[in-house]
């Protein structure tokens, strides 16, 4: 059975920094394609960054230059770097992973998602 599970979240100051981690399990090969997604209150699920197996990355133009994200495929571990948050990335956020190659952000063609792990950032 395949999970997902999320770590890392936290509150913040604006300008601060947090590392989220999502460990993956029950799937025997390399995920095509994983990624981060958030949910604001009263907000859309957006996509913010997607990592393909070889390490191809695509982010949201919200968090470009500020979010890093990783993978450690030996570990079946996705990891996302938050420099200079700001209060607008306050949100839960979700690890996602699919079994084929990286379409876009749209949180549509994700097949696997954890549970979630909240970040607040604080002005």
């Known amino acids: 059975q395949v999970q997902l599970v999320e770590s890392g979240g936290g509150s913040v100051q604006s300008g601060g920094s947090l590392r989220l981690s999502c460990a993956a399990s029950?799937?025997?090969?390399?995920?095509?394609?994983m990624g981060w997604f958030r949910q604001a209150p009263g907000k859309e699920r957006e996509g913010v960054a997607i990592i393909d197996s070889i390490g191809s990355t695509t982010y949201a133009d919200s968090v470009k230059g500020r979010f890093t994200i990783s993978r450690d495929n030996a570990k079946n571990t996705l990891y996302l770097q938050m420099n200079s948050l700001k209060p607008e990335d306050t949100a839960m956020y979700y690890c996602a992973a699919r079994q084929f190659g990286c379409l876009s952000l749209n949180r549509a063609g994700f097949d696997y998602w954890g549970q979630g792990t909240q970040v607040t950032v604080s002005s």
């Open positions: 029950g799937y025997s090969y390399n995920w095509g394609c």
